[in-house]
């Protein structure tokens, strides 16, 4: 069975710290590896990953794959409360997009 | 302009009625889905459609039909309603492969 598991599921911290949340994927005919980020309405894209070892970044946020361990992380750096969220990752396993999503890490960031 | 839109937001409604949630996009994509958010924000997928086609059926009730009338279009009907139904519904669209979906800001089903 495909599965996608998350961790921590919740974190609260200061501003100005840096998070690293972690998704860890056990799915057939992987092909890539997506990180949201939901707030109170729809999830919003962050990242898609395909290829091991290669980071992307976007401002203080940034995602790296690693396909043999079968996992990838999400670092948050100089964290604000904007960042306060649900971020998920998601495996998609087949040609037609078919995601399978982790429950979601919960980030809070106190002032 | 909304990529992604569901109507309605916001449902509530009695246990037995059948009830409806419309979705559209308008980013020339040509697979839709429909995924339910449950209480504990975990997102499952319940159906998935490429032009017109239904390609994904998950194990969901038959209570609940997809309809597709054209690519730009995702309908999910909803009968006999009950109370385990109350979720986010939520419709997103991506090109086929190309992964990165876009979402629809959902509906909220209440079931009393």
């Known amino acids: 069975e495909d599965k996608v598991v998350q961790s921590p599921l919740s974190l609260v911290v200061h501003e100005g710290d840096t998070v690293t949340l972690n998704c860890s994927y056990e799915?057939?005919?992987?092909?890539?590896l997506l990180w949201y980020k939901q707030e109170k309405k729809a999830p919003t894209f962050l990242f898609m990953l395909?290829?091991?070892?290669i980071e992307k970044k976007s401002g203080r946020l940034s995602s790296i794959l690693d396909k043999k361990e079968l996992f990838s992380i999400l670092n948050i750096t100089a964290t604000q409360t904007g960042d306060s969220a649900v971020y998920l990752c998601a495996a998609t396993t087949d040609s037609w997009g078919k995601f399978q999503f982790g429950a979601g890490t919960q980030v809070v960031v106190t002032p | 302009d909304t990529a992604v839109s569901q109507t309605p937001k916001y449902l509530v409604t009695q246990m037995g009625n059948d009830k409806s949630i419309k979705c559209e996009q308008n980013?020339?994509?040509?697979?839709m889905y429909w995924y339910k958010q449950d209480s504990k924000k975990f997102l499952k997928i319940m159906f998935s459609?490429?032009?017109?086609?239904?390609?994904i059926n998950e194990t969901v009730p038959n209570r609940f039909s997809p309809k597709s009338p054209d690519k730009a279009h995702l309908n999910l009907h909803i009968n006999s309603l009950e109370l385990g139904d109350s979720a986010v519904y939520f419709c997103a669209s991506s090109e086929t492969g190309a992964g990165g979906y876009t979402f629809g800001s959902g509906t909220r089903l209440t079931v009393v």
């Open positions: 799915v057939t005919n992987f092909r890539s």
């Open positions: 395909t290829s091991s070892g």
């Open positions: 459609y490429n032009n017109k086609e239904l390609i």
């Open positions: 980013l020339g994509h040509d697979t």
